[in-house]
C-alpha cells in the first residue's frame, strides 16, 4: 500500500476521509496565518501585565464595557426581530427584484462603517427628513443618544446574521416546508414547527457574529452618536481616545476585546461544527 493510500486508510477507519494537501499550499497558508496571529501576539506582548487589572476597571473602562455590552444585546435582539423575517424573505421569496434587495441589505458590508454613520445621521439628525418629523412630532432627539449607539450597531450587524441565515435557508433547501404543507400544516406553523428548528444552528451562529460585530463596531458609532462617556463611548472608541494619552490602557482593553471575540469564534465554531456532526 502507497503512504497516500495509507493514510487515506486511517482517515477511513477514523470514521473521516483526509486527504494530503500539496505543499505549495502550505507556504502561503502560514504565511496568511502569521499576517494575523503576529499582531495579535504583539499586543499580548505589549501589555502592561503588572497593571493590567487596574488598567481594565477604571471608571471609563467599566463604563464603556458595560454600555458596550447592553447596547451589543439590544443590537442583537433587533438583527433577530428584523434580519430572521428580512432573511426568509431573501430565501424563500420568488419577487422580482429581489436581488436587488439582497444587494442593497448586504451594503454595510462593504460600506465604510463611518460613511454608514453618516448616512444615519442625515436621516435622523434634526436637519435630516425624518428626524426633523421626530423632533416636531414627539421631541425626540436620536443622534449622540444611547439608542444612536444601537441603531448604528445593527446597522453595520445585521447583514452578518441575514447572511447566516439566508445560507442555513438555502442549504435546508425548502422540501421539509412542502411535507410540512402536504401533512396540512399552514405556513405559519411550518415556520414555527420546521422551518426555525431546522436552521436553528445558523440563527445562533448569526447571532453570534452579529453581537460580535456590534460589540467592535467603532466608524459607525463615532458619526452618529458621538463619544460621550457613560452615554455613547463603547469600548472601541474608548481604546481610540486611550491609544492617543494612555497607550498602556489601549492595548489593555484591546486585549480584552480579542479575548471576547476569541471567545464569539469559538462558540460559533463549536456550534456549526455540533451541527454537521
Do not use: H, K
Not at 496568511?32 to 499580548?44: D, E, K, S, T
Not at 453595520?156 to 441565515?165: D, H, T
Not at 414547527?193 to 460589540?215: D, E, H, K, N, Y
Not at 466608524?219 to 457613560?230: K, R, S
Request: charged share 10%; hydrophobic share 55%.
Amino acid at each position: 500500500m502507497t503512504q497516500a493510500g495509507a493514510r487515506g486508510s486511517r482517515g477511513s477507519r477514523g470514521g473521516t476521509a483526509t486527504l494530503a494537501l500539496p505543499w505549495p499550499v502550505w507556504v502561503p497558508a502560514v504565511v496568511g496565518f502569521g499576517l494575523i496571529a503576529v499582531p495579535v501576539a504583539g499586543l499580548v506582548v505589549r501589555t502592561n501585565w503588572p497593571d493590567f487589572g487596574a488598567l481594565v476597571t477604571t471608571d471609563a473602562a467599566l463604563d464603556a464595557l458595560w454600555l458596550s455590552l447592553r447596547t451589543g444585546l439590544a443590537s442583537t435582539a433587533l438583527c433577530l426581530l428584523l434580519g430572521t423575517p428580512l432573511a426568509l424573505v431573501l430565501a424563500r421569496s420568488r419577487l422580482p427584484g429581489i436581488a436587488v434587495v439582497r444587494s442593497i441589505v448586504l451594503l454595510p458590508l462593504v460600506l465604510p462603517p463611518v460613511v454608514g454613520g453618516l448616512t444615519l445621521l442625515f436621516l435622523l439628525g434634526r436637519t435630516g427628513p425624518l428626524g426633523r418629523l421626530l423632533d416636531a412630532w414627539f421631541g425626540i432627539t436620536v443622534p449622540f443618544t444611547t439608542g444612536a449607539v444601537v441603531i448604528a450597531q445593527t446597522f453595520v450587524a445585521m447583514p452578518f446574521l441575514v447572511v447566516s441565515l439566508e445560507g442555513a435557508l438555502r442549504t435546508a433547501g425548502e422540501r421539509y416546508e412542502v411535507v410540512a404543507a402536504t401533512l396540512g400544516a399552514t405556513p405559519l406553523t411550518a415556520l414555527r414547527r420546521v422551518t426555525v428548528p431546522v436552521v436553528l444552528p445558523g440563527l445562533v451562529s448569526g447571532s453570534v457574529l452579529a453581537f460580535a460585530r456590534a460589540l467592535g463596531e467603532f466608524g459607525a458609532t463615532i458619526a452618529f452618536a458621538g463619544n460621550l462617556q457613560g452615554t455613547t463611548q463603547t469600548l472601541p472608541l474608548l481604546i481610540y481616545i486611550q491609544s492617543q494619552n494612555d497607550l498602556d490602557g489601549a492595548v489593555a482593553m484591546s486585549l480584552v476585546l480579542v479575548v471576547v471575540a476569541v471567545l464569539v469564534i469559538v462558540a460559533t465554531r463549536t456550534r456549526d461544527v455540533s451541527g454537521v456532526r
